[in-house]
């Protein structure tokens, strides 16, 4: 594997956390793994491995941007990353309001509902 690969699903464990990484690799196929390979690397291994940014900023982004782009299936992914990237509820609040001026109140609204229950889900874990 490049050093870009190690790098990357190193920075993924630490982001997204290893529950969440075990589960995607065991759920690899033949089908996705070029897919995986290369979002391991240039997501993970390049990208969010960049120490221009912290994590917390980078999580805000991310979270702003698919938002805005209408990406909704990774959202409450990267709500749950929060937790390991020191982005707050307000920090994402924040993110979610620059989309809904920028890029389009039904988006930032259909994001900080799918925030909410990330975020309840994430509360029910941590009480059960």
Request: charged fraction near 25%; hydrophobic fraction near 40%.
């Amino acid at each position: 594997m490049s050093n870009s690969y190690q790098v990357g699903m190193s920075v993924r464990r630490r982001v997204l956390g290893d529950a969440h990484v075990d589960r995607a690799e065991a759920a690899r196929t033949d089908i996705d793994e070029p897919f995986q390979k290369l979002i391991t690397e240039g997501a993970w291994g390049t990208v969010w491995a960049s120490d221009g940014i912290s994590d917390r900023e980078r999580s805000m982004l991310t979270l702003a941007l698919l938002a805005a782009l209408g990406n909704f299936d990774e959202i409450p992914m990267h709500i749950r990353a929060t937790a390991r990237t020191g982005a707050s509820k307000q920090d994402v609040l924040e993110a979610f309001q620059h989309v809904a001026i920028y890029a389009g109140v039904p988006r930032a609204n259909h994001a900080l509902k799918l925030a909410k229950q990330t975020y309840a889900e994430m509360e029910n874990d941590q009480s059960g």
